[in-house]
């Protein structure tokens, strides 16, 4: 299983940014979630999405800013944030399988992409 994540960049507080995430070697009826990890401190849970689509959770720091879809029929994980704010800077780490929920943080996820790093800028 592999995981492509893409889409990071350095952008101003208050803009918009999508982050996409391309799995292989795993079917559509996946688990599939995204991770950050600011600099000192450790990877934490941003969000995640169910293979329907149908259940989604995010960080209470992101509610209501970021956005989690997927694209069964390209294998694809997005991760629209809006409202971009200098804490969100971090790298973002797509994952897949498992259990992907708050609770079980890193625990969760079977498989983990090499991450895209995100820069907020004041």
């Known amino acids: 299983v592999q995981l492509q994540a893409s889409g990071g960049g350095l952008v101003q507080a208050g803009d918009s940014l999508t982050l996409s995430c391309v799995a292989s070697?795993?079917?559509?009826?996946?688990?599939a979630g995204w991770f950050r990890q600011a600099p000192g401190k450790d990877r934490e849970f941003v969000s995640s999405?169910?293979?329907?689509?149908?259940?989604?959770n995010y960080a209470d720091s992101v509610k209501g800013r970021f956005t989690i879809t997927r694209e069964n029929a390209k294998n694809t994980v997005y991760l629209q944030m809006d409202s971009l704010k200098p804490e969100d800077t971090a790298i973002y780490y797509c994952?897949?399988?498992?259990?992907?929920?708050?609770?079980?943080?890193?625990?969760?996820?079977?498989?983990w992409g090499k991450g895209t790093l995100v820069t907020v800028s004041s």
């Open positions: 070697g795993i079917d559509s009826t996946f688990t």
């Open positions: 994952a897949a399988g498992g259990a992907i929920v708050p609770s079980a943080g890193l625990h969760g996820p079977d498989y």
């Open positions: 999405i169910s293979w329907s689509g149908v259940t989604t």
